[in-house]
């Protein structure tokens, strides 16, 4: 009985040759950019690619090697005017047959994110979501949109303002008080 895969993009692990490197190249249609916006909070994806492959590492694991390219749109964070990044990242994923996850609370968490456990299938779509996900800009900014300075004190009472937070702003109020008396 042959299993089917998970999804169209999906590579079945006994397919691929352990002798020669299986490339891919990913670039969704119109539609199925759409969708990804949607799904990730985008006002807009204008292009995304994903273009590697996926060789044997030793025996028995695996690595996908590939490029990301995207456009996107995504909402400033402090105009909310909407703001175009290209992002081109390199992108690589180790399986490993023998991966072993520690769930105990107290178990040190390894640094590596990128090796991750061999299944009978390896997804190139899968990873350049995750990819592209991992490398939005957390907090856009559109040219010449800055945060203004919040001063919040009682009435009456001058507002703190981020020079009187300095380590050496008591200095200040110390010289203007010699320079009173």
Request: with cysteine; glycine share 6%.
């Amino acid at each position: 009985m042959t299993q089917s895969p998970p999804s169209p993009t999906a590579l079945r692990v006994s397919g691929l040759s352990q002798n020669a490197p299986t490339p891919f190249e990913l670039r969704p249609p119109k539609a199925r950019l759409a969708e990804l916006a949607t799904e990730l909070d985008l006002l807009g994806l204008r292009k995304l690619s994903f273009v590697g492959q996926i060789s044997a590492l030793g025996t028995a694991d695996w690595q996908l090697d590939a490029t990301l390219g995207a456009t996107v749109v995504q909402p400033c964070a402090v105009t909310v005017e909407p703001v175009t990044t290209r992002i081109d990242v390199p992108v690589r994923r180790a399986y490993q047959k023998d991966f072993v996850e520690v769930d105990a609370p107290e178990a040190e968490i390894l640094e590596d994110d990128t090796v991750e456990p061999l299944s009978m299938w390896i997804d190139p779509a899968e990873v350049m979501i995750e990819a592209l996900l991992l490398n939005l800009p957390l907090y856009p900014r559109a040219p010449g949109a800055e945060l203004g300075a919040l001063s919040v004190s009682e009435p009456g009472v001058r507002p703190m303002t981020d020079e009187d937070a300095r380590p050496f702003a008591g200095l200040a109020g110390l010289k203007e008080q010699l320079k009173d008396d």
